[in-house]
Every structure is written in C-alpha cells, then in structure tokens.
C-alpha cells in the first residue's frame, strides 16, 4: 500500500492509477443505482479491486482542483450531518440538493452514515462505544463500527452504503483509521469521504487525549466513470500547489462539544428556510466557538448568503487555507 503526505497527492496519484492499469468494467443495470443514473444511463467504468493507500498526515485531507473544485462548504455540511446522527434528507439537501436523489422517500437517505454510526435503532451509538472501548482497552483490535449492515444485502434502494465500515487502532500512542469500502467513486465523491472519515478520527483522538496517527482507506471496487475521463485528465494535466493542511482541533473537542455545532447547523437551515435569518446573530454566536471551530461554523454560514454581498463578509474572517479553497483562487498551468 502507497503512503502519501497528503490527501491532494494521493487524488492524483490514484487517479493515475485507474486511468493508467485499470480495467474497464462494463455498466451495472440496477435501476435503484448511481451508476446506472438510475436507470436513465450506462455507464462503464476504468476499475482497480481491492485497491488502497494511506495519508501519513490525516490533517492533510482538502485538495486542490480547478477542474474538480473541491466543495468545502458540502464537505463541513456533511459532517456536520453525519455528527448528528441525522438520516433527514431536508437537513443534507440544503447544501447539496443532489441529496434529494438518493431518497426513496423523499424524507429520509436510507443508508445515512450518521444515523448508523451515531444513532441506530435502540439507541446503539457505535462511536461512544468505541470510544470507551479504546478507553479501557487501548490494545483492543475489536473497535469497529459498522455502516454496511446485513439488511443492505437483499434491499432495493438508491442508497445502499458504500462504505462497509471503520476501525480504531490505537499504537504507540497515536489513533489509527481505517475505513473498509465496498465502492469507491474516485473521481468525484472520494475526496468527501476522506474528509469526513479522516476529520472523525482526529475527533476521536481529541476523545481519547491522544495522537492523530496515519489514515487507511481500501475500496473493493475503486473506479471512476467512462464520463467522467475528460475531467480525470484535466485534473491530472494540472500543475498546483499542494493544499494547506488544516490546523490540529483543539483538545477538549469531544462529541458533547460538537452536539453545539451540530445545532448552530440546524438553525441556519431553520431560520434560512423560514425567512428569518440573520447574519449579524449568526456571526456572533459563530464567534462564541473555539476559533476552530469558529472557523466551521463561518463555513457552514456561508451557505446561507452565497451569492450575496455577505458572502466575502464572511470569506474575509476565515483562515487563509479556507479562503484558498472557497475562493477557488489556485492558478492552473496545464503541463
């Protein structure tokens, strides 16, 4: 397995990989599927099985594109979702109305990874249990959390997991991740999930007063797809800067802590769709959080006056690495 410095490293080189040796597969059938657009389209794609890397700096997680910008706000957003344990489409849709498509109800997301990390029925919250089974036993091999459950097997729906599931290692002081996929969207949604589940570790590191050591991430089938190969060979024609790794989160950030961010989330989404928003009360209760988590929060904020004069208001008080990736500023030489 390939260990890479940085997330924007590995982007590129993995797509490299498929675009180089992978094999072609032909298009799943399965109405219920993205990769038949449900039903609408064919759609082969360029493959590599059981294919993994690892990023030796999990901070390391945003990368630079101009020909597939990187969505920071949808990245924060779903995390933030994930955090709280939510299975809502509304609550997911209204950063990325995209979302609305994988409902087969059009209220709930059926596979939602933080209904199922955080929320199952009966009240089973796999991350706390995790956390305090490192807690008593940080040698522990046993601290997995599953997404991928056995219900998923013979159900028909446009969203089926395509992760399988993550597992905590803690060693020599420092927490490891790894995250097992059944599928693996390279191109397009590989950046988001490494966001999310490389944020989740150091979470749980911050719970566990420990180290943030490296990030694992396999994919049974990783691919990108046929229509997708003019923008894979764009991305690869360009030459960029490395992303800025984001800061260390602060110690004393635990899942307690975030349940005020996950909140904060929810009022922007509430007031914004009833017509009572804002902004000067928003940036002041943004302010009431750790500056890192300050700094989420603006993100979030943004949402909700893109496309406004508020809009730089807010861009000007993030940090720079922030403002690099929202302000899609990165200069492209195509070599």
Request: charged share 20%; net charge negative.
């Amino acid at each position: 397995m390939e260990i890479y410095n940085t997330f924007d490293e590995a982007y590129r080189a993995t797509l490299y990989d498929l675009k180089s040796t992978g094999a072609v597969v032909p298009a799943v059938v399965d109405p219920y599927s993205v990769g038949s657009r449900f039903g609408k389209k064919a759609r082969a794609t360029r493959e590599h099985l059981s294919y993994g890397f690892g990023l030796a700096d999990p901070r390391a997680r945003l990368v630079k594109s101009s020909h597939r910008r990187f969505d920071l706000v949808f990245a924060v957003a779903q995390l933030v979702w994930f955090l709280s344990g939510s299975d809502s489409v509304e609550a997911i849709s209204f950063y990325n109305p995209r979302g609305r498509d994988f409902s087969d109800d059009g209220r709930t997301v059926r596979g939602a990874y933080g209904k199922r990390l955080f929320n199952l029925v009966g009240g089973l919250n796999q991350m706390a249990d995790a956390i305090t089974k490192l807690n008593a036993d940080p040698a522990s091999r046993r601290v997995v959390a599953l997404i991928y459950l056995p219900e998923d097997t013979g159900a028909s729906s446009r969203d089926i997991p395509c992760t399988i599931g993550v597992q905590f290692l803690v060693r020599e002081g420092a927490l490891h991740m790894i995250t097992n996929m059944r599928s693996q969207s390279a191109a397009f949604v590989m950046p988001y999930d490494v966001f999310a589940f490389t944020m989740l570790q150091e979470i749980v590191a911050r719970e566990l007063d420990l180290e943030l050591g490296a990030y694992y991430h396999h994919s049974n089938s990783f691919h990108y797809y046929d229509d997708e190969t003019a923008m894979v060979e764009a991305v690869l024609s360009e030459i960029l800067p490395l992303a800025t790794p984001m800061r260390s989160m602060p110690s004393g950030t635990s899942l307690h802590y975030l349940q005020s961010v996950t909140a904060f989330d929810a009022s922007i989404r509430a007031t914004t769709q009833a017509g009572d928003f804002t902004l000067d009360h928003f940036l002041a209760s943004a302010h009431d959080f750790d500056p890192y988590w300050s700094q989420i929060c603006l993100i979030l904020l943004s949402k909700a006056v893109q496309g406004t004069d508020n809009y730089d208001r807010i861009i000007e008080q993030l940090w720079p690495e922030y403002q690099e990736i929202l302000s899609h500023r990165a200069t492209v030489v195509s070599g």
